[in-house]
């Protein structure tokens, strides 16, 4: 299909297709096989292990935190959890699927990693501002980091769902 010729869409209806309503990516879940729920299930378990191991909120025996878990952190975790598992689920392969590429699951992953952790256990920020620093300018921006790393992997999913339920016009039929 060489640029001049209209879209298939326009071409069968004379009308453009509208784009689907926002939540319509959401639907794809529902196709999903279980191969892609249980990806999704072991990814969230990861993703709660990887950051509540480090950053002191699961208890062990490695890692110590001086400031207590706050409240918001626990879901922003969970919620983290959950949409990584989700979205890394996206990349087990299907025949039909479009490849987009995003790195706003990745920063959104970052971000929340950064919100949950104890402001002074926290390397980079101890080392930047310093003790009473930390405490007093990175443990308030805490829950707006936790706030954008969880709106980011929204929007990750959301585009990777996106290519699920596109309905690309097929090549070479004119």
């Known amino acids: 299909m060489d640029s001049k010729t209209p879209p298939r869409e326009l071409l069968l209806t004379g009308v453009p297709a509208a784009p689907p309503p926002w939540w319509a990516q959401w639907t794809a879940l529902q196709a999903w096989p279980r191969r892609r729920w249980l990806v999704a299930l072991a990814g969230a378990v990861a993703t709660a292990l990887v950051m509540g191991l480090p950053t002191a909120m699961i208890p062990n025996p490695v890692f110590g935190r001086e400031v207590p878990t706050t409240a918001w ?98 090549t070479g039929r004119t």
Not at 108 to 116: E, F, H, P, S
Request: charged residues 10%; proline residues 9%.
């Open 73 to 170: 952190a626990w879901p922003a975790l969970v919620v983290t959890a959950i949409l990584s598992g989700l979205l890394g689920a996206t990349y087990v392969r299907r025949p039909t699927a479009p490849e987009p590429v995003s790195r706003a699951g990745l920063v959104g992953g970052v971000l929340t990693y950064l919100a949950v952790g104890c402001p002074v256990c926290n390397k980079l920020a101890l080392l930047a501002l310093g003790y009473t620093g930390a405490l007093t300018w990175f443990a308030p921006v805490q829950p707006w980091l936790a706030l954008a790393g969880v709106g980011l992997l929204g929007y990750a999913l959301h585009r990777r769902l996106g290519g699920e339920v596109a309905c690309p016009v097929p």
